[in-house]
Nanobody, 123 residues
Framework: QVQLVESGGGLVQAGGSLRLSCAIS????????MAWFRQAPGKEREGVAA???????YYADSVKGRFTISKDNAMNTLYLQIDSLKPEVTAMYYC?????????????????WGQGAQVTVSS
């Protein structure tokens, strides 16, 4: 069974950086896709970045240049580095996974979800 546990959220000041982590268990074999989604109050959940077991990465246009998704296979951990933090980044961030490669950033395409990590950026 796949389990995802996010960590690294918190209250940060605008202009700073933050790295979210997602500890992965039960997702050993290829193919797979992993992604970060976010949901702000009153808004729909949206995808921000994804990568798959083939090494492909994808970013939503709104985060290109400021967000970086990566995976440490030895540590079995997915990361999301967020630079140049802005208040509009404030949201609950979720790690997600599915046992297929090159899956687009739509929430209904992902089978496994973490519990979320809150990121709040103060101006």
């Amino acid at each position: 069974q796949v389990q995802l546990v996010e960590s690294g959220g918190g209250l940060v000041q605008a202009g700073g950086s933050l790295r979210l982590s997602c500890a992965i268990s039960g997702l050993t074999y290829r193919p797979y896709s992993m992604a970060w989604f976010r949901q702000a109050p009153g808004k729909e959940r949206e995808g921000v970045a994804a990568l798959d077991s083939g090494g492909n990465t994808y970013y939503a246009d709104s985060v290109k240049g400021r967000f970086t998704i990566s995976k440490d296979n030895a540590m079995n951990t997915l990361y999301l580095q967020i630079d140049s933090l802005k208040p509009e980044v404030t949201a609950m961030y979720y790690c997600a996974a599915v046992r297929r490669s090159w899956v687009p950033l739509f929430p209904d395409k992902y089978s496994y979800w973490g519990q979320g990590a809150q990121v709040t950026v103060s101006s």
